[in-house]
């Protein structure tokens, strides 16, 4: 059950309608059209793993140097913490003013992909990528918390989140499968996986317009209370909104200084699990299909597809159902200590000297895959930043968690590799192993935001005139 103290009442705000209200179609196209940037990034990560060896081909080179191939890898992820920061703030003067451009930077870089001439400028567009990927990574949590209900947002956010990322790395295997199986040649292949990325983002583009802006932040920063009603109305249409909005003090006063003191604690036990479990999950996720792969005898996309479609998937399907279960905090402890575990089994595997079927190793990454999944679901979804943040910082949290994320994405892009290379897989792999033990002891300090409103997550203070009687 959710570490939640039983005296403890939910308190009925104006948002009740949109707390309290079950999961309808609107949650449904909000899902759907949060989610399919993520996709796009997951699509695009991960594609540029599988096809690498054939753009290298195309550009007449056998290999990378090994600062090319961390800048190839890194320079999307450090695209994105400089896109986080600046829509984290950006997002503060209105969630959904600056929805639909990110998607659209997405579009167009992807496209730009495949007609780049060369691996430097390759470079240059992936970062360029990145920083819609970034602004997309702080929106669409966002957006997707403040609209959920109360007993589902943590399946909301880990469905519309964490799978869209996997779904879009299962589409790019398939895509590049599927040009193989039909007779492409290389050079077409590679340039027909990466610039297909284009196509999910360019479908939410219109959707993403229609949004609306969310209550909270209508309420709370904006203190419009027309706005907000109008709001509450599309969210829960069948309940009419019996508060009377009008003279209520919706406008928090508190000063941002006054948040980020208060919930210091919070924040930084935030940056810490996405910096730690994206280091962990980057580390698999980006070399996997290369170095991992190659050392169990599987092609890149036939590894892709495993990983993710029969380990990663399941994986994030039971985090979303225990979260609203169990409890962000425990569940995010407990399988962190068994993924733990399951690193020290897989390494000592990679490390005996006695010839096993690679059918074995697979099965032990996978039990890795399983339990990591799950213990990193809450954190990488960008749930922490949304739930423990107030209305009045969340998207500037927001920014600053993933681009925690995205630094320690790009410093396994730089550091895996040549700890892969100098001590080997089984060292690489135990070094995994205690970060993931560290983040389970950070995520003691984790507060729980199960079952609890957007303003008992976060501590925020509530005028009481936003109380509903």
């Known amino acids: 059950m959710a570490d939640q103290s039983k005296s403890e009442q939910v308190v009925s705000t104006i948002f009740a309608p949109a707390d309290e209200v079950r999961a309808n179609r609107f949650h449904a196209r909000m899902m759907f059209t949060t989610g399919m940037g993520v996709f796009t990034d997951g699509y695009s990560l991960s594609s540029i793993a599988i096809v690498l060896p054939l753009v290298l081909a195309s550009f007449g080179q056998h290999s990378l140097t090994g600062l090319q191939s961390s800048f190839l890898t890194g320079s999307a992820l450090a695209g994105m913490a400089l896109g986080a920061v600046v829509f984290g703030i950006l997002g503060n003067h209105g969630r959904k003013r600056y929805y639909g451009l990110d998607v659209v930077v997405m579009a167009i870089t992807a496209v730009a992909q495949a007609f780049v001439p060369g691996v430097a400028w390759l470079i240059v567009v992936r970062f360029l990528f990145g920083i819609g990927a970034g602004a997309d990574y702080v929106l669409s949590p966002t957006i997707m918390g403040e609209h959920a209900n109360r007993k589902s947002r943590g399946k909301m956010m880990i469905v519309g989140f964490g799978v869209s990322w996997i779904s879009g790395a299962i589409v790019a295997g398939l895509i590049s499968l599927a040009c193989h199986g039909l007779g492409f040649s290389d050079g077409v292949t590679w340039r027909i996986v990466l610039g297909a990325g284009a196509l999910p983002a360019l479908t939410v583009i219109y959707l993403r317009r229609r949004l609306p802006e969310t209550a909270r932040f209508m309420a ?24 009377d909005l009008k003279g209520a003090r919706l406008l928090d006063s508190n000063r941002i200084g006054f948040y980020f003191r208060r919930n210091a604690r919070a924040i930084l036990v935030s940056c810490l699990l996405w910096f730690m479990f994206d280091i962990i999950g980057y580390s698999s996720g980006l070399y996997g299909p290369t170095l991992i792969a190659k050392s169990l005898g599987l092609s890149p996309e036939v590894f892709t597809l495993i990983s993710y479609g029969a380990f990663s998937i399941p994986s994030l399907l039971v985090a979303a159902w225990l979260s609203d279960r169990w409890g962000r905090r425990p569940m995010t402890v407990r399988w962190s200590m068994i993924s733990a575990v399951a690193l020290v089994i897989f390494g000592a595997y990679r490390g005996s000297v006695v010839i096993m079927a690679p059918a074995i190793g697979l099965a032990l990454l996978g039990l890795f895959s399983v339990t990591n999944g799950i213990a990193s679901a809450v954190p990488t979804s960008g749930m922490n930043g949304v739930e423990l943040a107030p209305t009045k910082i969340r998207t500037v949290v927001q920014g600053l968690t993933v681009a925690s994320g995205r630094i320690g994405a790009t410093l396994t892009a730089f550091v895996f590799p040549a700890l892969f290379a100098h001590f080997g897989e089984s060292v690489a792999i135990y070094v ?5 033990i560290v983040a389970a002891v950070v995520a003691l300090f984790m507060p729980e935001a199960s079952q609890r409103t957007l303003e008992q997550a976060s501590d925020e203070e509530v005028d009481r005139t936003l109380v509903r009687a």
């Open 220 to 243: 709370r920063v904006k203190g419009d209370p027309e706005a907000t009603r109008a709001v509450l109305r599309e969210v829960n249409a069948e309940e009419a909104i019996k508060a």
């Open 432 to 436: 995994l192993a205690g970060i993931t």
